[in-house]
């Protein structure tokens, strides 16, 4: 002979006084927070990324600018130095062309260095390297003279 039963046990309380549904209350309250919080961290994340891409916009629109203004001082460098060859003008207003030449030159370079800076920002914000086809084209160096 066997002898089988099954059993079933079922607990509830009667007199909690709401203290379930105020659990449920605050988790769906909970919820709600948390997704409010991601919402607000998602819209955050794209303010930044605009900043950034925003910043490289104007870094690349700077440093084409620059490069054209180092240009523009190459040749005037150039041409202060056929003038000087020729007695037309004295050392100090060669040295003064030279020193506009290289700074120019270097403001260009800090430029082009900012460019750089701005394509690693927006690389480590979404943590991928960015290939030519994403970036902004980055304008040439001066010619060197």
């Known amino acids: ?6 059993g079933l ?4 309380s ?5 203290y379930g549904h105020r659990l449920v209350d605050e988790s769906r309250a909970s919820l709600e927070r948390s997704r409010i919080s991601l919402e607000d961290t998602r819209r955050r994340v794209l303010l930044d990324l605009r900043e950034l891409l925003r910043s490289h916009a104007e870094a690349v629109a700077r440093a084409a600018v620059l490069a054209r203004a180092a ?5 005037a460098y150039s041409i ?3 003038r000087f060859e020729a007695g037309n003008i004295d050392s100090q207003r060669l040295l003064q062309e030279q020193a506009s030449q290289r700074q120019a030159r270097t403001d ?3 430029a082009v260095i900012d460019v750089h800076l701005a394509v690693a920002a927006l690389e480590r914000a979404t ?3 960015l290939t030519r086809s994403d970036r902004a084209p980055t304008p040439e160096d001066p010619p060197r003279g």
Do not use: T
């Open 1 to 6: 002979q066997y002898d089988r039963s099954i």
């Open 9 to 12: 046990n079922l607990s509830w």
């Open 14 to 18: 009667l007199w909690d006084f709401g």
């Open 71 to 75: 240009a523009a001082a190459e040749r």
């Open 80 to 82: 202060a130095r056929k």
């Open 108 to 110: 260009h370079l800090n």
């Open 127 to 129: 943590r991928r390297r």
